[in-house]
């Protein structure tokens, strides 16, 4: 089969959205790409900010390729599968654009991995895959663009019900395919994600040494799809940056769910002339493991703390077995070592506020940046969700999104201003 892989031309005009907006390496298409052209499948990948491309000549690429079928996510990057914009007028757009010019589309992403029925109505697509989709999106390309039979899929019938051939998939990943980019892509990822210590001097690039994550946080949407922890071969993961290296890399961001301690990978980065970046636990780093971590040429680190008291990040199910002032020490430690040390919080009930710009300011002095307390958004792929309203149905993201609109009177500095309702909001023309 003929197949493109299309990351969509992503607006976020009046959404909630706070993740980065930045081009990211679209690695889930990287990979189905990898896993595609070993079948003997013919690829066209896609990305309209790293091809530069609006909506209308990504379709008109696709059309000109002659697909048989497109595969078009629902996320502007893996990096943000856990929190995708909700809303999917952009993923609609794009599928009508194919439609239009008569390409069958599959969807992949967070809204069809947690709400299959909806995400196909809403857009249009004619199947999903539900769960992480790099071997689904192969396994349909090797039965002609069929889907009956293949697990983890769901489409929409001639008469206009939908089929859900089992429950979100979980890949091998371990043996993931080392990933190749287009040259002109390297050189316009300029981004160097979540560095803010100095001006980036050479392009920048993703790379994924884990997935998965051992523990299973309220507020964190894994459940149907980056959930068991897995860990990448390293042969080939070194394979991947040494390519990447090769073109001019100078940092990498690894957008593991959590990048835990592995003294085999960090040693090998030793010797490697790239920096990089990572979101961790800091409460699973010992003294010894962070030195080898700036030695290894780590220079980000985003540690997620989310709150101050005991009963907090309790109720947040952390499973944390240091105090605050434990974790503040450790915090303080991996910044002599790292140059830019971020400690996330987000918005719990019972943390004191003066508390909280006390502890701030004290990590300030010590060259340790924590955020202003995040407020986030019940994921309909998160416990936070079913402990609220039970499993997902089809009004699950419109619920969600209603209820965090009325918590809070004003959005982070990294969201749109005036968040529309969802409803309202996938009205919108891209």
Same mark, same amino acid.
Request: aromatic fraction near 10%; glycine fraction near 6%; charged fraction near 25%.
């Given at each position: 089969m003929r197949v493109a892989l299309?990351?969509?031309?992503?607006?976020?005009?009046?959404?909630?959205?706070?993740?980065?907006?930045?081009?990211?390496?679209?690695?889930?298409?990287?990979?189905?790409?990898?896993m595609l052209e070993a079948g003997g499948h013919q690829t066209?990948?896609?990305?309209?900010?790293?091809?530069?491309?609006?909506?209308?000549?990504?379709a008109g690429a696709v059309a000109a390729f002659g697909a048989d079928l497109a595969v078009v996510t629902t996320a502007p990057t893996y990096l943000f599968w856990r929190c995708a914009p909700p809303e999917l007028r952009v993923p609609r757009d794009m599928v009508g654009r194919l439609q239009a010019v008569g390409i069958p589309t599959v969807l992949v992403g967070p809204h069809g991995s947690t709400t299959p029925e909806i995400a196909l109505h809403k857009t249009g697509a004619g199947m999903l895959v539900r769960g992480e989709c790099e071997e689904a999106v192969r396994a349909l390309a090797d039965a002609g663009g069929r889907p009956d039979g293949i697990a983890g899929l769901?489409?929409?019938?001639?008469?206009?019900?939908?089929?859900?051939?089992?429950?979100?998939?979980?890949?091998?990943?371990?043996?993931?395919?080392?990933?190749?980019?287009?040259?002109?892509?390297?050189?316009?990822? #300029?981004?160097? &994600?979540?560095? !803010?210590?100095?001006?980036?001097?050479?392009?920048? @690039?993703?790379?994924? +040494?884990?997935?998965?994550?051992?523990?299973?946080?309220?507020?964190?949407?894994?459940?149907?799809?980056?959930?068991?922890?897995?860990?990448?071969?390293?042969?080939?993961?070194?394979?991947e940056i040494d390519a990447l290296i090769a073109q001019g890399v100078t940092y990498l961001y690894f957008i593991d769910e959590i990048f835990?301690?592995?003294?085999?990978?960090?040693?090998?980065?030793?010797?490697?002339?790239?920096?990089?970046?990572?979101?961790?636990?800091?409460?699973?780093?010992?003294?010894?493991?962070?030195?080898?971590l700036g030695q290894a040429g780590c220079v980000s680190i985003e540690a997620g703390v989310e709150s101050l008291s005991v009963e907090g990040r309790a109720a947040l199910d952390k499973k944390c077995r240091m105090s605050t002032d434990e974790l503040t020490d450790r915090l303080i430690l #991996?910044?002599? &070592?790292?140059? !830019?040390?971020?400690?996330?919080?987000?918005?719990? @009930?019972?943390?004191? +506020?003066?508390?909280?710009?006390?502890?701030?300011?004290?990590?300030?002095?010590?060259?340790?940046?924590?955020?202003?307390?995040?407020?986030?958004?019940?994921?309909?792929g998160s416990p936070d969700y079913r402990k609220r309203w039970g499993m997902p149905d089809d009004a699950a993201w419109?619920?969600?999104?209603?209820?965090?609109?009325?918590?809070?009177?004003?959005?982070?500095?990294?969201q749109e201003a005036e968040p529309l309702p969802l409803p309202a909001l996938e009205s919108l023309a891209c």
């Open positions: 299309v990351n969509p031309a992503w607006r976020f005009e009046h959404s909630i959205y706070f993740g980065c907006r930045e081009p990211h390496l679209p690695l889930e298409l990287g990979y189905a790409r990898a066209l990948l896609l990305d309209a900010a790293l091809d530069g491309m609006d909506a209308a000549e990504l769901a489409w929409r019938a001639a008469d206009g019900s939908v089929s859900v051939n089992g429950g979100p998939l979980a890949t091998r990943f371990t043996d993931a395919p080392a990933l190749r980019w287009p040259e002109a892509w390297v050189r316009r990822h #300029a981004h160097h &994600h979540h560095r !803010f210590d100095t001006t980036p001097s050479g392009p920048g @690039a993703e790379v994924e +040494a884990s997935r998965g994550c051992p523990y299973s946080c309220t507020f964190c949407a894994k459940i149907d799809f980056r959930d068991a922890y897995r860990r990448r071969d390293l042969p080939v993961l070194l394979d835990l301690p592995q003294k085999p990978l960090l040693e090998a980065l030793v010797d490697r002339q790239v920096q990089f970046g990572v979101q961790t636990r800091i409460d699973l780093w010992n003294p010894a493991m962070i030195a080898l #991996a910044r002599r &070592h790292v140059p !830019f040390v971020q400690a996330n919080l987000i918005l719990s @009930a019972g943390d004191d +506020a003066a508390e909280i710009a006390a502890w701030r300011a004290r990590l300030r002095e010590a060259g340790v940046w924590a955020n202003d307390p995040v407020p986030l958004f019940p994921y309909p419109e619920r969600a999104h209603a209820h965090y609109l009325a918590q809070f009177d004003a959005m982070s500095d990294i």
